[in-house]
């Protein structure tokens, strides 16, 4: 048995050769399942070379196809010999399963289904391209919106964070937030583990800092009170989003994090004159990649740097952070939350202290400030038609967790719907 | 009469198969009815490997005769009773994402062969598949 996956034009082409028996079926399975993308509707299958197949082969063809009919799209069959043609018939499943004569018929048919989805789209929304990705906006809130900052970036950067830094948080009272944080019953007991953590929908997901680099998912039973949130530095977001985007990116490679943002920056220019520099986004997504951050150690006073400077300056950087720059993740699901900070705009509108502690002076070369965390799900599939709020919490509840991470800002993004809030004010406790 | 002896395990499948059609082969077995009954035996077997037995436990016999213008292949185990025989046939109608998933196995060996028989004899389960020649 032969499997080759390759994606064509997007669309997933699996190409079976040889003998699928039942033996081969349980080695194909799991292939197929990886490859197939969070949004994925359709996948092709080319049959040429197949001289065997059992039922086995039937529910391989038939599990993929109630998985991705049930995103509205279907599978396509082509080059079907005569053995696996007959197996098929004597199922009853050459009636019901579409099968072409060649790749291309298979891949035109596909593709039609394709196009008038996203036409149905586009009548709906008028679509802005902008870095290689086209931009459609739904309004949501018309009220202003507000970031509110606990601790500093500062301390946490220069490892000074004491105890008394530290307070427990009511995990329900937060729908989006990022920052460093432990679980744990008190003070004490955290301070050694606090990691990159973020909280959605009262959800707390954080990698601590315990050297295992394995991020824990938290859903808090009720408020118990048993177990409690402790954060030293933590942004969350007062009031709802202004707006929705519904990003699609032109190509494969999906568009990259800074470039989302500038794309943002540069459209809110010419449409949101309430854009004064800050922007907080929430997005649900599907990744053409992950590249990502984590910090090693619990930023604490006491192990601060030697030369007394920053953990991400360039002599401390390896000691402090996980970096991984392998692009991760392509077709999994993504849910993140964070902030932008447009360093060209007149930012003297804010608060100037509250904009420094959640500011972290690390430009990137579009002059945007990011601070992104995300999410990693699998099989969650991506639905154009569900809404923010709704994509996030079926992340949430039924989606396999996969990571969290500090996102860099070159992750890649290959459709979303990016909640936008304007930030009218940041506001430290 | 040939035999062939196995594990319970998906893995010895393609080998046990090959072991078959061999078998048959050099019984005299034409082409036609050679491929119907690898089919036959294919979902016979992943059938009692993957419910038949806990995992990685017991073996399979298998053995192949001419006999009165009848080839016959006779698949022993001592896993779970389960008579195949008395399955229900599967629902061949309707859209795809709407079919159930099981009970193909069987319609298909209902379909390639010419005889089916079961019995339950000293704490093992024996089904024959035969074909007319």
């Known amino acids: ?163 008394e830094d530290l307070s427990a948080e009511r995990l329900s009272g937060i729908t989006y937030s990022l920052g460093l944080g432990a679980l744990g019953s008190g003070v004490e007991d955290t301070m050694p583990y606090l990691g990159e953590m973020m909280t959605l929908h009262g959800s707390m997901i954080w990698l601590p800092t315990d050297g295992h680099d394995t991020p824990d998912f938290f859903v808090p039973a009720g408020d118990t009170g048993a177990v409690r949130a402790y954060t030293a530095f933590n942004l969350s977001l007062e009031g709802a989003f202004n707006e929705v985007a519904v ?40 990744v053409a990649g992950v590249q990502s951050t984590g910090i090693k150690r619990s930023p604490i006073a006491g192990s601060a740097p030697a030369n007394g400077g920053s953990i991400l300056d360039p002599e401390n950087y390896d000691e402090w952070m996980d970096v991984c720059t392998e ?63 709704r994509g996030i919490e079926r992340c949430l509840a039924d989606g396999e967790f996969v990571d969290m991470r500090h996102l860099l800002d070159t992750t890649r993004i290959r459709r979303a719907k990016v909640g936008i809030a304007y930030i009218s004010a940041i506001k430290q406790e | 009469m040939e035999e062939i002896s196995f594990d319970a395990v998906i893995s010895s499948l393609p080998g046990a198969l090959a072991s078959v059609t061999g078998a048959l082969e050099r019984l005299g077995v034409p082409d036609g009815a050679v491929r119907a009954l690898e089919l036959s035996v294919d979902e016979a077997v992943t059938n009692i490997i993957l419910y038949g037995y806990p995992p990685s436990n017991g073996r399979i016999w298998i053995s192949c005769g001419v006999e009165g213008g009848m080839v016959r292949v006779q698949i022993e185990d001592e896993g779970v009773p389960f008579d195949p025989t008395g399955a229900a046939e599967p629902d061949l109608e309707g859209d795809a994402d709407q079919r159930p998933i099981g009970g193909l196995g069987i319609h298909l060996i209902r379909e390639m062969t010419d005889e089916l028989r079961y019995e339950r004899r000293d704490g093992r389960n024996i089904l024959v598949l035969g074909k007319i020649l």
Not at chain 1, 121 to 140: C, H, I, M, S, Y
Not at chain 1, 265 to 274: I, Y
Not at chain 1, 334 to 355: C, M, N
């Open chain 1, 327 to 389: 692009m991760k993740y392509d077709g999994y699901s993504i849910v993140t939350f964070g902030i932008g900070i447009d360093l060209s705009a007149d930012l003297s509108g804010y608060d100037r202290k509250a904009l420094d502690a959640i500011d972290a002076g690390h430009a990137g070369p579009s002059g945007l400030s990011l601070h992104n965390h995300g999410v990693v799900f699998r099989g969650v599939p991506w639905d154009a038609e569900t809404d923010l709020v």
């Open chain 1, 1 to 163: 048995m032969e499997i080759t996956t390759e994606r064509i034009d997007g669309v997933l082409v699996i190409g079976l050769k040889g003998r699928l028996d039942g033996y081969a079926a349980t080695q194909a399975a799991p292939e197929i399942e990886r490859s197939l993308r969070d949004d994925d509707r359709s996948v092709v299958f080319d049959l040429d070379g197949l001289t065997y197949m059992s039922s086995a082969g039937i529910r391989i063809l038939l599990a993929l196809h109630k998985k991705v009919k049930a995103r509205n799209g279907g599978i396509a069959l082509c080059n079907v010999g005569e053995y696996p043609r007959n197996v098929l018939s004597m199922a009853g499943f050459d009636r019901v399963l579409p099968i072409f004569s060649s790749r291309d018929d298979a891949l035109r048919e596909v593709q039609k289904r394709e196009g008038s989805l996203s036409l149905i789209a586009d009548l709906k929304n008028p679509t802005v391209e902008r870095e290689g990705a086209r931009f459609a906006f739904e309004p949501v809130s018309r009220a202003p919106a507000s970031l509110r900052v606990k601790g500093s970036l500062a301390t946490l950067l220069h490892a000074r964070i004491r105890e």
């Open chain 1, 247 to 286: 990003v699609e990116a032109a190509g494969e490679e999906g568009i990259a994090l800074d470039a989302l943002y500038r794309a943002i920056f540069a459209l809110a220019k010419e449409r949101r004159k309430e854009c004064r520099g800050v922007l907080a986004t929430a997005i649900w997504g599907v």
